[in-house]
T-cell receptor, first 110, second 113 residues
């Protein structure tokens, strides 16, 4: 079983739509959670950390459900520029390891 | 501005040659990492280092070697023993505390023919 699993998509949505991604993780000792954005042929860039109480940054909302071991990312009012691959990343600090999902591809269309 | 610098951006080598990828950071981070990404796939950990003069193998260390002589620098050598070296290589660093994210360099795209 993979440490972190994501639906690869692609999610094809029109501009202005709301879209949500989920990500499940297998290690209950995981302590830190992140969403990264990766554009084609570029490095991943931190979109947001995910906190236990949930957090929001503009059009982006992240939530963590420790009981069910999943995190989610909600994007409201999608823009063309949101088209990218979104990576779910989980950290097990004691082992100083970061585990990556394989990414969910989002295409926002005019 | 603080950050991670990888060089070169593109690298071409003949099969059988060793090649070294550079990674330098000025973020004062203790931990540094090397990942490999193949087309359409996720990131796989090659090596990581939590402190100077110490490093650990990741999931796919065979055919690679690293050194950590300085806190700022974590070069990766792709040896001729690596069977499929063509890939996108990403260096990253993080602070040594819970909740610290990874910061990535802009990557080196290696092509071996």
């Amino acid at each position: 079983r993979k440490e972190v699993e994501q639906d690869p998509g692609p999610f094809n949505v029109p501009e202005g739509a709301t879209v949500a991604f989920n990500c499940t993780y297998s290690n209950s000792a995981s302590q830190s959670f992140f969403w990264y954005r990766q554009d084609c042929r570029k490095e991943p860039k931190l979109l947001m950390s995910v906190y236990s109480s949930g957090n929001e940054d503009g059009r982006f909302t992240a939530q963590l459900n420790r009981a069910s071991q999943y995190i989610s990312l909600l994007i409201r009012d999608s823009k063309l520029s949101d088209s990218a691959t979104y990576l779910c990343v989980v950290n097990v600090f004691n082992f100083n390891k970061f585990y990556f999902g394989s990414g969910t591809k989002l295409n926002v269309k005019p | 501005d603080g950050g991670i610098t990888q060089s070169p951006k593109y690298l071409f080598r003949k099969e059988g040659q060793n090649v070294t990828l550079s990674c330098e950071q000025n973020l004062n981070h203790d931990a540094m990492y090397w990942y490999r990404q193949d087309p359409g796939q996720g990131l796989r950990l090659i090596y990581y280092s939590q402190i100077v003069n110490d490093f650990q193998k990741g999931d796919i260390a065979e055919g690679y070697s690293v050194s950590r002589e300085k806190k700022e620098s974590f070069p990766l050598t792709v040896t001729s023993a690596q069977k499929n070296p063509t890939a996108f290589y990403l260096c990253a660093s993080s602070q040594d505390r819970v909740g610290s994210p990874l910061h990535f360099g802009n990557g080196t795209r290696l092509t071996v023919t």
